[in-house]
């Protein structure tokens, strides 16, 4: 398998690389949808963020990648028949599934063995991308060009952490635990308001128009493509600090505390925006907790919540043809008068 760029080594795209972070972090979020340009270095990212993270442990043969200690029902190889021992555990990279566009929903969820149906005439289940991106990721390019059921599909397995398959006379559940990452380009068309909602975090990424990170970006990529195991080892340093980073958030993730003058400052930011629904508020209490466990704090601070609300809220928004100014300006403002809300009734208390 060839070497990936490494996720140090990417220059600028600050916003993208942070969602990509807490997503690795907190499961739960959803999800992260990335928007830019051509050659901006959103499937890059993707795949370098997998190299980063700790191995599972697994049992050679399973195809669900169960924990050895918790074997999910479905699986044949991690429950062997009467007398026969597992097979042995083994340690595998975090999967890092990439869905094509033209796969069928039988591909994603899995579907009857038919070869078995037809010579044995037994019913077996022939395990999807789903069961293939179990503790892992699970990889969009081009999503605004998926099929809608497709991604509604991927959507409720992501958030349920289970994919149920009932059809042809099985009934088979297995869990389906990964982070959804999608990543398309905005003049192919946007998803549907209702699809855009069910993402935790939504990043555009822009063209990088300064000239000096240009000449990094455009030197760093030679020197990957003319020896990408030399320039994997001189970077591999910062990248082994990340993956640290990221495990260490995992572990003190859920003891990380939100004051109720923030949570409060959250609601009022939802309100102020018209945000439908109670999902933007429960995105950035998750994103937030993510955000200070990277940094190593037990505590989330409004700064973490102004600095992560666009990404979380700006696709949540409601399409304003009054304002031309984007979605971005509109958080900021509110987010300006909130600040500057609460700065007057401190003075006044």
Same mark, same amino acid.
């Given at each position: =398998? ?13 916003? =993208?690389?942070?969602?990509? %972070? ?49 074997? @999910? ?11 026969? +021992?597992? !097979? ?14 033209? #796969? ?10 038919? /070869?078995?149906?037809?010579? #044995? ?44 398959? /009932? ?7 297995? *869990? ?16 549907? !308001?209702? %699809? ?33 195991? #030399? ?5 591999? +340093? ?10 260490? *958030?995992?572990?003190?993730?859920? @003891? ?11 609601? @009022? ?15 950035? =209490? ?20 102004? /600095?992560?609300?666009? =990404? ?21 403002? #509110? ?15």
């Amino acid at each position: =398998m060839a070497q990936p760029f490494p996720f140090a080594a990417i220059v600028a795209q600050e916003d =993208m690389k942070k969602a990509l %972070l807490m997503a690795a972090v907190e499961p739960l979020l959803g999800g992260v949808l990335i928007f830019g340009d051509r050659g901006t270095g959103k499937s890059t990212a993707v795949r370098a963020l997998t190299e980063l993270l700790p191995a599972i442990e697994t049992r050679s043969g399973c195809r669900y990648n169960c924990h050895p200690a918790e074997p @999910q029902p479905a699986c044949p190889v991690c429950n062997p028949a009467a007398g026969l +021992k597992p !097979p042995a555990v083994i340690k595998r990279r975090a999967p890092m599934i990439d869905l094509p566009l033209g #796969a069928t929903e039988d591909r994603v969820c899995g579907s009857l063995d038919i /070869e078995k149906a037809l010579v #044995a005439g037994e019913k077996h289940f022939e395990p999807g991308l789903l069961a293939a991106a179990n503790r892992g990721f699970l990889y969009i390019d081009e999503i605004n060009l998926l099929e809608d059921h497709l991604i509604d599909l991927l959507l409720d397995a992501s958030a349920s952490g289970v994919n149920v398959v /009932e059809r042809e006379g099985l009934s088979i559940r297995h *869990a389906a635990r990964f982070v959804l990452v999608g990543s398309g380009n905005p003049e192919e068309g946007d998803l549907r !308001p209702q %699809l855009l909602d069910r993402f935790g975090l939504s990043v555009d990424v822009r063209t990088i128009d300064d000239l000096d990170q240009r000449i990094e970006v455009i030197r760093r990529r030679d020197a990957y493509e003319t020896d990408p195991v #030399a320039f994997g080892k001189l970077w591999a +340093k910062r990248d082994g600090a990340v993956g640290r980073r990221v495990v260490a *958030a995992r572990k003190i993730i859920r @003891q990380v505390e939100i004051p109720d003058s923030v949570v409060m400052r959250m609601s @009022q930011l939802c309100l102020r925006l018209g945000i439908d629904g109670m999902r933007g508020e429960l995105t950035l =209490m998750r994103a937030s907790r993510a955000a200070a466990a990277l940094t190593g704090r037990l505590f989330v601070t409004w700064d973490d919540v102004a /600095e992560i609300a666009p =990404m979380v809220l700006c696709h949540r928004l409601r399409r304003d043809p009054l304002d031309d100014a984007g979605s971005t300006p509109r958080v900021e403002r #509110a987010l300006a008068t909130i600040s500057d809300t609460n700065n007057d009734r401190h003075a006044h208390g």
